[in-house]
């Protein structure tokens, strides 16, 4: 006899799959919520200090997410921290690793992908050495754990985010004496007709802009880091110029002493639990590059397989908001909970919404384009593939014998095949092999992914397997 299974098994804590799990959680389902971190809440709750501090203030989003957080603890939604999916075939079965103690394995009617995004990175000579470090990891280390990685830091790359990192630096007491970044002012500023009618948004971009403009930060527009030198660590950087297209100005480059430097060039969709499950991908820039496509209802071309979040394409918090709650709705119509008419009224107006975040989310996308000039400008002996010491020059030495596509380059030179599993340079990667063998990117198809798509030991491979079934505490 077959056993009871859960109805949606929701991969990811963050707001998507959070605010999902609070709307399903009415409806006589089982629901099952994982997360790989130690508490729900994805990005943007894991940097925010713990709920149980009442002197802290909170910003609205935060009020959202710890709110969904005990909206949903109890009842019949199970919540699984410390629980990695390591892989999803396309039978829809999940292979789940909890606490590297136990394995797991369960086939939910619905499974609803909201597994984020990463930090997407343009590599330059030297970003191996220690004290060069990526911006989200400040963010970790100063609400983590309350610390700020240097006295005094330079930050640069591209994009929003090196603004909301350096104002929570200045917050915390630390000191940035520079942002270089690589857009203009006026790419900048005209960012900002985005945030016209999106208050809460507006509020938070004028309270980060305060905080650095009243700082002593100097703000370096059109610069690019070129080189990070040091001994055994930083010591100095060197920045040059860079051209409207992104293209390095040649003998503008200067040399500055830096003892900590984090570096970001926006984010980039986490998809590989989506191609596991057999989903189709898409390449939009728009969306941050390659994404899990979805229809309007937030479904995959694998039925039963949903996704929302920034996984269909970054755009922020509140487009995570308004996915998870219309993937939601889209999960109760497909299982029957709700009819066509009710389901209609109700996702009308986030329809509308969602349209707005995808519009934000291009404009935020497009500050940190890796056009191909930005591309030409990284020097043969930059290290690509971190895990595996693959150089630039290697990587166009691979493409000029004949390796075209990423897969074969992956194949030829290994890039991709360290421990990361390329989730540092794939972005890159499809980058760079589009711009040389002038090839647009969505006409190259994506790596394949194999489970497991997280670093496991193989002694935890080795554990007898449980289903898991429906179990809750709480009734
Ligand atoms: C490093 C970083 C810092 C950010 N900081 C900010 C910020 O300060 N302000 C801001 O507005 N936005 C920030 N963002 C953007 C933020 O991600 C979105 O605004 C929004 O919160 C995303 O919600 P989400 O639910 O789509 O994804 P997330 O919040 O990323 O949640 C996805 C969750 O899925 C989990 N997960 C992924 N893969 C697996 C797996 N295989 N098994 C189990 N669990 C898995 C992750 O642990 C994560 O908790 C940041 C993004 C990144 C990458």
Known sequence: MKHKEYDVAIVGGGFSGLVAAGILKDHDLDILIVDETNRLGGQYLKTHPIRSNPDTERNSLQEIGFRQIENIEGGRVKIMTRTRVLEINDRRELLLEHDLE???????EIILLAAGAREKFVPFKGWTLPGVISTG??????KGSGVIPAEDMIIGGSGLFL????????????RVSTIFDENSIIQKLS??????????????????????LFSPTRMRHRYRIVEARGENE????????????????????????CECLAVGNGFAANIELGLLAGCSPEYDTDKGGWVIAAAENLETSVPGVFAAGEITGVGGAHKSITEGKLAALSILNKLGKIDDFQYADETRSLRKERKR?????????????????????????????????????????AIVAGCRTPVA???????????????????????????????????????????????????????PISLLKPDFPNG
């Open 357 to 397: 975040h995808l519009q934000f989310g291009s404009a935020f996308n497009a500050l940190t384009h890796l056009s191909p000039e930005k591309i030409n400008s990284i020097s043969d002996d930059t290290i690509l593939c971190r895990c595996e010491d693959i150089t630039m020059g290697q990587i166009k030495g």
């Open 137 to 142: 990891a400040v963010q970790i280390m100063m």
């Open 163 to 174: 603004y909301t990192v350096a104002s929570e630096v200045i917050t915390n007491g630390g």
């Open 102 to 108: 136990q394995l797991f394995v369960l086939t939910p």
């Open 409 to 463: 380059v992956k194949r030829a030179i290994r890039t991709g095949m360290g421990i990361c599993q390329g989730r540092i340079c794939t972005p890159v990667l499809y980058e760079i092999i589009g711009g040389f063998t002038r090839t647009p990117i969505h006409e190259l198809t994506p790596l394949s992914v194999r489970g497991p798509v997280k670093a496991v030991p193989l002694e935890v491979l080795a554990k």
């Open 191 to 212: 960012f900002t007709k985005n945030l016209i009618g999106q208050g809460e948004k507006l509020k938070e971009g004028f309270g980060q802009a305060a905080r650095i």
């Open 234 to 257: 930083l010591e100095e950087i060197s920045v040059a110029k860079v051209d409207r297209l992104g293209a390095v100005i040649p003998g503008s480059e200067r040399v500055q002493p």
